[in-house]
């Protein structure tokens, strides 16, 4: 199996509203509506600067109402990937992405004295890789200190009241 964090990224054309991607999910049933996830999956639209992270709907609003999504497993079978519905056409020029955004869970237990099944340990197993990749995506788009500066040393930026205003530099010390 492929894993990515990132299942599609692509600039659209007007009158696209359907991306499909091959690359396997693990949820396609749940809606999160606070985190905006279909299951574990994220829309995010960028056009002219604006970012917009897209709602998942099981039905679309009537009238349409932009920047709602809606997914569907290939064959019913989020490992084969799937397609992403948008509630209205795009105008051409955006900037889509299509990423999976799994629970940082488990959801496969073992029983002692119980019978491990294959199928299901490889799928937790899965689950596991594809949180650490979204880990690693998070962290190579931080910040990032030598190993070699002293301990002493502290990097806190203080609260957003504190941050206001300022930008983050360094001196000569």
Do not use: C, W
């Amino acid at each position: 199996l492929e894993f990515r964090r990132v299942l599609f990224r692509s600039t659209a054309t007007a009158g696209d509203t359907q991306f499909t991607f091959n690359i396997p999910f693990f949820d396609a049933s749940t809606i999160d509506t606070t985190n905006k996830k279909y299951g574990d999956i994220k829309v995010t639209r960028e056009a002219a600067g604006v970012i917009t992270q897209f709602t998942p709907k099981e039905t679309f609003s009537v009238p349409a109402v932009d920047g709602e999504f809606k997914i569907i497993a290939t064959n019913n079978d989020p490992e084969q990937g799937g397609r992403v519905t948008i509630s209205t056409a795009a105008t051409g020029g955006e900037k889509f992405i299509v990423e999976r955004d799994v629970a940082y869970s488990q959801q496969y237990d073992l029983q002692e004295g119980s019978t491990i099944d294959p199928t299901a340990l490889n799928k937790a197993l899965d689950r596991v890789v594809a949180q650490n990749q979204q880990q690693n995506d998070l962290l190579s788009r931080t910040v990032d200190f030598p190993v070699t500066d002293s301990p002493s040393t502290t990097y806190t930026v203080g609260s957003e009241t504190t941050r206001a205003n300022k930008a983050l530099g360094f001196d000569a010390s």
